[in-house]
């Protein structure tokens, strides 16, 4: 969900030991990360059957300190925010809004449908760093992009017809999550990638509960908290769960293997998603929807592979001769 989609084209920052062990290890976490983050939009979905979004957004956040906190501590990380608590939480406010407006639109929208939405968002970081922060962004990349928000026209259509405005949530989720990961960039190098992610959520924490006890009574359907019941815990649970345990896997793997082998696998989580949809909820995209998937990946794929060969580019016009 939200809860972990990142443009990690733009998140290393430093050289790999590129032996070929690191490198398997390294596929190997990110696939762990396809598997289990199609995993938080399951249990996401199932507590929401009877948990209020808003309850279902803080506890992500909750546990997902909780479990970190341990790390850090074994680690032995500092938890000092290094004059940077301002990004911090601006990154943290654009989390919580990316989640919360995801885990409304899978409420009632095809966990595909939403994710496949959601993929439109490494197109708008390009676009916004193109034409807001001048960096150099080719034609072929910028006609992939505009491949890709058709492929998002198809996917929405039919959603649209069915559920009506709730089929737009997820492009808020993509316009979220893009300037978190612009604002991640402006955060690389200060901040160790574990403890980033652990104030993070910390300060989503902060932001979300006292909105949760302020909603307490009110019968605001989106955040009025209720007391879950049985398996409802295992659900929220597994919301926070699965989105630490997978940002984890991507973490390290990217500390493995270079992004340019990774980046491409992120899209593994559409079928993944599908399948899970198909098993747990008996959803599955109709053929506009799908086709829509098709092109979004399809562009996704075609995009990273042009950042692959401009970098190639770039790295052989400043070798030394």
Known sequence: MPHRYVNIMTIQSKPLDTTTDRIMLGVTLMMGFCMTAPLLDVTAKLASDIIPVGQITATRFLVQVALMLPFCLAMGLSFKMNGRFGILALRAILLVLSTFFFISAIRVMPLADALAIVFIE??????????????????????????????????????????????????????????????TREL?????????????????????????????????????????????????????????????????????APSSTLAPMQYLEIPVATLLGLLVFAEFPNSIALGGIVLIMGAGLYMIHRERVTSRIKTRLHAPV
């Open 122 to 183: 490494p197109f708008i970081v390009m676009l916004v760093g193109k034409y807001g922060l001048s960096e150099d962004v080719g034609p072929r990349r910028i006609a992939a992009a505009g491949v890709g928000f058709l492929g998002v026209v198809f996917v929405i259509q039919p959603s649209f017809a069915t559920f009506g405005a709730v089929a737009l949530y997820p492009l808020g989720t993509a316009v979220c999550f893009a300037g978190y990961v612009l604002v």
């Open 188 to 256: 690389r190098g200060w901040l160790h990638p574990v403890m980033m992610q652990f104030h993070t959520g910390a300060i989503a924490s902060l932001i979300c509960l006292p909105i949760i006890w302020m909603a307490n009574g009110t019968e605001f359907a989106m955040f009025d908290p209720i007391w879950p019941q049985g398996i409802y815990w295992l659900w929220l649970f597994g919301v926070g769960f699965f989105a630490t345990i997978s940002h984890m896997m991507m973490t390290y793997g990217l500390t493995l």
